[in-house]
């Protein structure tokens, strides 16, 4: 019985030491970009085209805000379809490490492809639409 609280005592000390030291990354490329919204001030949604079916869905970065390099990048050619790409990493120890690679890249055609995303705001007692064209 104490050779199984012993090893019982020391898992658990060891999955808490790994839960402390956790590494999170995510890195991808969002492909046929038909649509960029601004969701809120500079946070962004994008409509995705299947080019097998056509079909349309709506793709959306989770914390954005945690991207330290976000770019809006105009040198996608008028006959192509834009694109994204993303990358972060970090561990929970060190969450402001500079060395580690955090961006979200939206290349686009021009600025007037950034759309209102639709997204309302508190004033007073009620909420106000804030749908506008980001650029003109």
Known sequence: MRRFLGVATLLVFISMMTVGCSKFERRGVIQNVTRVFMTSPNE?????????TGDMELRQIFHQY???EKKLIPDVQPDQLMWVEYAESRTSDDMSDLSKPSFLRIHIHSE???GGGGWK??????YEDRTTVVVK
């Open 66 to 68: 945690r991207f330290r």
């Open 112 to 114: 007037s492809d950034i």
């Open 44 to 52: 962004y949604a994008f409509m995705v085209k299947n080019l097998e």
């Open 121 to 126: 705001e508190r004033v007073g007692k009620h």
